[in-house]
């Protein structure tokens, strides 16, 4: 999708968070009810972001891009422990990974904390983590993919808004070089951080359900979400707006993940739905079709709802990968000529 599809909209930033009232009416649950959504601060020149690897390691040399365009915005850069370190596909031991986040998360210099990447590791050390201090002192947690996981128990627990987006891994080497949309989507993270209010424009699908939806934005990685339910982290979906994005996998999986979400009734009572990047999926055996489309899928999980959905948003494992405010209210509008989210 290019730029031309695809509008971020910078908006001074100054409205409050909803009352308590608001939730109740988008049908936010009890639990959610009784917390307080917070924002954590938005950051100014000379904040620092902290860099950590709760997931899959990742090498010092390899952070370098994104520490010069991040200290091109005006912030100091604090790196973790883990950055460089390995156990196997992990960056470093699970013990080593939980205590340099809590490091990052008790620090209350530390105005940011970004994941080096994905791969897979957060959910494994979820539990070991303390999120006392975190509480009494939010700060943006910054990534997507496997830190999904992160984003859901933030959001099922604390009510405090993350930020899903690229990570340091997807920064160019050199800014001025790079394609326009990996300008944009790098720059959203900046935006997003400073307190601009995003709004985000893109083209119609002809599988799209028209509608307008309001709520908070909640979301990700679907085998992340799948993976946590049953779990202290799984999320509770109930009046909001769902994104879902998923790479690598073979159709009957994505299936599978579809009706564990439906089985698990997440599509009850959304308020909306919106599909992003279903990307680089594998063939299907031959002989072992599996006969159905992402679309297929979708439209059948919840065809008995009526609320609006959209599919090829630009979110996932893919350039356009524009950064999202999970746990914060938007506007979701499916229309005959574009698709709007707006904080």
């Known amino acids: 999708m290019n730029r031309k599809h695809f509008l971020s909209t910078l908006i001074t930033a100054g409205a409050g968070i909803p009352a308590m009232k608001t939730l109740a009416a988008v049908g936010i649950t009890d639990t959610d009810a009784a917390k307080q959504l917070q924002v954590p601060p938005y950051l100014k020149p000379g904040d620092i972001i ?11 040399e390899e952070i370098l891009p994104s520490l010069r365009i991040m200290e091109s915005w005006g912030f100091n850069i604090r790196i973790g422990q883990t950055v460089g370190a390995r156990d196997y596909s992990f960056g470093g031991t699970d013990a080593e990974r939980a205590k340099d986040m809590q490091a990052m998360l008790n620090d209350t210099n530390v ?65 001025s070089k790079a394609e326009p949309i990996v300008q944009d989507t790098i720059m959203s993270i900046y935006q997003a951080l400073t307190g601009k209010k995003m709004q985000y424009t893109a ?27 049953g779990t202290d982290s799984e999320i509770d979906t109930n009046g909001k707006i769902l994104f879902l994005e998923e790479v690598g996998e073979y159709l009957y999986n994505l299936d599978r993940m579809l009706n564990t979400i439906q089985r698990s009734h997440k599509f009850d009572n959304l308020a909306g739905l919106i599909i992003g990047g279903f990307n680089r999926l594998k063939p299907d055996d031959p002989g072992e079709e599996f006969g159905r489309t ?50």
């Open 111 to 175: 105005k940011a904390i970004m994941c080096g990447r994905g791969g897979y590791g957060a959910a494994r050390i979820i539990d070991q983590l303390d999120f006392s201090r975190f509480q009494k002192n939010p700060k943006w947690v910054i990534g997507f993919s496997d830190i999904t996981a992160l984003h859901c128990h933030i959001n099922r627990h604390f009510g405090i808004a993350t930020l899903h987006s690229k990570m340091c891994n997807s920064f160019p080497d050199d800014f």
């Open 50 to 60: 902290g860099i950590t690897c709760p997931a899959g390691y990742i090498k010092k």
């Open 294 to 343: 992402v679309y297929d899928m979708v439209k059948e999980k919840v065809k008995n709802f009526k609320y609006p959905v959209c599919f090829n948003f630009p979110v996932g494992h893919q350039k356009n990968n524009y950064a999202l405010k999970c746990g914060m209210m938007h506007t979701l509008t499916v229309a005959d000529d574009k698709v709007t989210l707006k904080e």
């Open 203 to 229: 083209a119609p699908d002809p599988n799209n359900r028209k509608g307008t939806a309001r709520g908070i934005l909640i979301g990700g990685n679907l085998s992340v979400i799948q993976s946590v339910s």
